[in-house]
């Protein structure tokens, strides 16, 4: 892959998100100036589980928010806590992180926006998944039901991320009240099946993707997993 200084940040985010293709791009941008490039970098590292160097990146760009983030990927509550509570509350991120911090230490005053709950919550949960901070994670989920008083879909984004973890028996606990609060999700049905799967119960997994299908005949992911396991 060849990355030119004057690649767009769409394009980078596309290396990064899309092919995945961290080590070319820290190879690539570890020498830049530019500052969109600096801050997918860390990403990058971030995506890579280099803490120390996405943080560099963020102290030098001057990016608290995403500093304290990577602290608290890194356990390190308290410190995280200190930056995001001396930030000004200006944007629904600073106001995300400091529920965060509040969800996590089980003593929750401000539950966050229906959008924050959307933009932030499956991310953050995922990202703290991969950094192995588990006792985060268990006290996130136990607030479950408090974020979905602003947003039921908060079941449907924890047990999206426990299936992407491959922990289908958590995931089945918020996609059960995911399906009691929404039935008509189509995603919901198709995860359970993903769950099914995962269990060898080839029959529940075809009942429930003939239950997405009746929501969304267009489904496509659906009935590609349909076809598949009917073959089968």
């Known amino acids: 892959m060849m990355i030119k200084n004057d690649f767009s940040k769409e394009e980078l985010l596309f290396e990064l998100y899309v092919r995945k293709n ?13 500052p969109y490039c600096l801050e997918i ?4 590292y971030l995506e890579l589980l280099d803490f120390s160097n996405a943080l560099n990146i963020y102290e030098k760009l001057g ?9 608290l990927l890194q356990g390190k509550l308290d410190e995280a806590k200190s930056v995001w509570y001396g930030l000004e509350i200006n944007s629904p991120l600073v106001l995300w992180g400091r529920a965060l911090v509040q969800f996590i230490e089980r003593y929750v005053i401000d539950l966050p926006a229906f959008f924050q709950i959307r933009s932030f919550l499956e991310v953050d949960l995922d990202a703290l998944m991969r950094s192995h901070q588990y006792e985060f994670c268990e006290n996130i989920i136990n607030c479950a039901d408090l974020m979905a008083q602003n947003n039921t879909e908060c079941y449907k984004f924890i047990g999206r991320v426990f299936v992407n973890h491959k922990l289908y028996d958590i995931a089945k606990i918020y996609l059960q009240k995911a399906k009691e609060v929404c039935y008509s999700d189509p995603e919901v049905h198709y995860l359970f099946a993903k769950c099914y799967m995962a269990n060898n119960n080839s029959y529940r997994a ?14 496509y992911p659906a009935q590609m997993l349909l076809n598949e396991l009917v073959r089968n």
Do not use: W
Not at 206 to 219: A, D, G, H, N
């Open 63 to 71: 990016m608290k928010y995403e500093f304290g983030r990577v602290l």
């Open 206 to 219: 075809i009942e429930s993707l003939k239950t997405c299908l009746q929501k969304v005949p267009e489904y």
């Open 41 to 44: 970098l860390a990403r990058t």
């Open 22 to 34: 961290y080590h070319d791009l820290t190879s690539k941008l570890v020498n830049s100036t530019e």
